[in-house]
């Protein structure tokens, strides 16, 4: 772990003749070449020299070398949004006839991508619930099964699943375990050590972690991520050099950033888990939580989301956020303002009632991004608007 966080902070571009200590932002489309014979060698993929940055760019490249070294990675792409990379890896490794197997608690975008595009092209899908068994996950396996998708913990519900349980069943049928691991960070939790041969993020979330900049980034297994580049740098979801250099100052504060994000979440946690007006509260590093000890065995820190259900439903809910003075109203999540969102009146509300449910979104689950400011006055914020 030590190497890893120096590496988040030092790892950057080679320096220029200028000598500039911060990282320069190659904001260019192209990359010149000295002659025709390098031209011709770097278009042979004979060099690793840039070409043109819907490829690569050393802006971009630098932001996914420090993730890589976070996530203990071979390779990695870096994309415009986390969607891109979740799309990527699914278009690059998937083809007509194969069976994705998820679980019914993932992202809504992805659960869109998967039931909505992936049939179009051939590929089926079926889910299994977040606390499937060992013997479940391995009895939806069939033999047209490539990829294990999965993310842990789950947005908005934070179901925890134990990644390397799925990770043997994946390696015992020789099917691809790829991570959705937004939502705890490397800081928390390495997929790959576990047994994951991809990591997807959503860089816009706590890697940004200011709510500056979209992006997203796949990392893993090098052949893998060769197959993603290809057909990334093909159909040109590349995320911008201006996005990178953001996010790659970003990374140099994610360890700090996130020991603070957790601290202050478990402090509210804690603070609110007993509160009258809710049926239940969930963090991860609560023992409450039904996969603590999950939690803890691949965890180090709880991270920044805690949700809980009122007692009085949906309009309980808008009401919450209607009450609340300084924490904001907003759809995203990881930033350091702490946010409230209320999922069945909005991310969700176009499904009914049940199918909502099918997907764990409760009428009055309300998710806390809980921010950097200070942990009273977040706490304080919830407390008057819950009374
Ligand atoms: C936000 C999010 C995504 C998608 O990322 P974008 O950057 O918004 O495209 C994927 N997975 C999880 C868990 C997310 O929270």
Redesign the pocket.
Known sequence: MPQRITDAVRLRSQQTPQGEHSSPLYLTSSFCFEDAESMRAAFADETDANIYSRFSNPSVQEFTDKLCALEGAEAGFATA????A?FGSFMALLKQGDHLLSCNAI?G??HTVIAKYLPKYGISYSYVSADATEADWEAAITPATKMIYL?TPT?PGLEIIDIAMVSRVAKKHGVLLNV?N??ATPISQQPIALGADLVVH????WLDGQGRV???AVTGRKDLIHEIYLFCRSTGPALSPFNAWVLSKSLETLDVRMERHASNALYIATALEKHPALSWLKYPFLPSHPQYAIARQQMTQGGGIVCFELKGGLEAGRKFLDKLQMLSRTAN?GDTRSIASHPASTTHAKLSEAERAAVNITPGLIRISVGLEHKDDILNDILQALD
């Open positions: 949004s986390g969607m891109s979740v992202f975008s992805t993310e947005n959705d937004c939502f959503s860089a816009t979330k979209l992006g997203g999540l």
